[in-house]
């Protein structure tokens, strides 16, 4: 498909039905909190899957349906439920409802809704509202990032032993898996001011754009958890790549941001790699 020309006006209509639709699934999200929830997990006892993230999906992609016709969607829910996660150079909305869905399960104030909108495969758009602590970070391609409005600006630490690094342990609780990973946080750790997990892709990424931390890096997250996270982090400055060192692929399942390419390099050389299957054989990088 031939690469898509879009007009600024559209872009700018785009963030703004973004930002709406975020909103109104940040209330819906809250009224949830205040009920009881039928939980259901996916691929290990940690990957939670809940009646607020299907109904949240749903609503957001019938609002961009109505809005955009033409648009495509990759949405969490509905790639659990066995749509295919392709990505053309159409616009594509890449949605996770509750990024955080354990968080939310448990009223840990770290869960949000994240939104990116991928055009010629690239997020032109990036949505992340923490309706919990009403956060709205927005980014557009060439204009920055921005949390409620305040500019955003990566931290200028450039030696990891000044650095705070967030990591997560993921979904997968296969024990070679868990074995790498925490391996990997004791070497960092040793080296570093500390490691926090937060339980949110998509939280970690904005805390970094935000100078709350120097980098971020997991294995096994997938295209929604990352996809609007991506754009934040570089509009504030920051780094976006695959653990290797070379350019971040949205859909290798691995990822690492950092407020600098010097914190970048120092984790990198730390980490040990986690193998998991690709969202998709499409190579994604958001540079
Ligand atoms: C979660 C991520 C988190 C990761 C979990 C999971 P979900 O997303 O954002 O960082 O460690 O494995 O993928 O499933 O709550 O949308």
Same mark, same amino acid.
């Given at each position: 498909?031939?690469?898509?020309?879009?007009?600024?006006?559209?872009?700018?209509?785009?963030?703004?039905?973004?930002?709406?639709?975020?909103?109104?699934?940040?209330?819906?999200?809250?009224?949830?909190?205040?009920?009881?929830?039928?939980?259901?997990?996916?691929?290990?006892?940690?990957?939670?899957?809940?009646?607020?993230?299907?109904?949240?999906?749903?609503?957001?992609?019938?609002?961009?349906?109505?809005?955009?016709?033409?648009?495509?969607?990759?949405?969490?829910?509905?790639?659990?439920?066995?749509?295919?996660?392709?990505?053309?150079?159409?616009?594509?909305?890449?949605?996770?409802?509750?990024?955080?869905?354990?968080?939310?399960?448990?009223?840990?104030?770290?869960?949000?809704?994240?939104? *990116?909108? #991928? =055009?010629?495969?690239?997020?032109?758009?990036? /949505?992340?509202?923490?309706?919990?602590? %009403?956060?709205?970070?927005? +980014?557009?391609?060439?204009?920055?990032?921005?949390?409620?409005?305040?500019?955003?600006?990566?931290?200028?630490?450039?030696?990891?032993?000044?650095?705070?690094?967030?990591?997560?342990?993921?979904?997968?609780?296969?024990?070679?898996?868990?074995?790498?990973?925490?391996?990997?946080?004791?070497?960092?750790?040793?080296?570093?001011?500390?490691?926090?997990?937060?339980?949110?892709?998509?939280?970690?990424?904005?805390?970094?754009?935000?100078?709350?931390?120097?980098?971020?890096?997991?294995?096994?997250?997938?295209?929604?958890?990352?996809?609007? *996270?991506? #754009? =934040?982090?570089?509009?504030?400055?920051?780094? /976006?790549?695959?653990?290797?060192?070379? %350019?971040?692929?949205?859909? +290798?399942?691995?990822?690492?941001?950092?407020?600098?390419?010097?914190?970048?390099?120092?984790?990198?050389?730390?980490?040990?790699?986690?193998?998991?299957?690709?969202?998709?054989?499409?190579?994604?990088?958001?540079?």
């Amino acid at each position: 498909m031939d690469k898509i020309e879009v007009k600024s006006s559209d872009i700018d209509e785009y963030l703004r039905v973004a930002i709406d639709v975020a909103k109104e699934a940040g209330k819906v999200i809250c009224s949830a909190l205040e009920v009881e929830k039928r939980i259901e997990t996916k691929e290990s006892l940690a990957d939670l899957v809940t009646e607020t993230d299907q109904q949240v999906e749903k609503m957001i992609i019938s609002t961009f349906h109505q809005k955009f016709p033409t648009h495509c969607f990759i949405g969490e829910e509905s790639v659990s439920s066995g749509e295919k996660c392709t990505l053309t150079n159409a616009p594509t909305w890449i949605i996770d409802p509750i990024d955080g869905t354990t968080n939310f399960v448990h009223r840990f104030q770290f869960s949000c809704i994240s939104i *990116g909108l #991928l =055009i010629n495969k690239r997020t032109e758009v990036a /949505v992340v509202f923490n309706p919990n602590l %009403d956060h709205m970070y927005t +980014a557009k391609r060439g204009h920055g990032a921005y949390c409620n409005n305040t500019k955003l600006k990566v931290s200028d630490v450039n030696n990891l032993q000044n650095a705070l690094i967030l990591a997560e342990f993921g979904s997968s609780r296969d024990p070679e898996k868990m074995t790498k990973r925490v391996e990997t946080m004791h070497r960092i750790v040793n080296k570093s001011h500390g490691i926090r997990s937060l339980g949110s892709a998509a939280m970690a990424m904005c805390l970094v754009a935000s100078g709350r931390g120097e980098a971020y890096y997991e294995y096994g997250i997938h295209c929604w958890d990352v996809a609007a *996270g991506d #754009l =934040i982090v570089r509009e504030a400055g920051g780094v /976006v790549l695959d653990p290797s060192g070379s %350019d971040m692929d949205m859909m +290798a399942r691995r990822v690492i941001c950092a407020c600098n390419k010097d914190i970048a390099d120092q984790v990198i050389s730390l980490l040990q790699t986690v193998e998991f299957e690709r969202d998709s054989e499409e190579v994604v990088s958001g540079k």
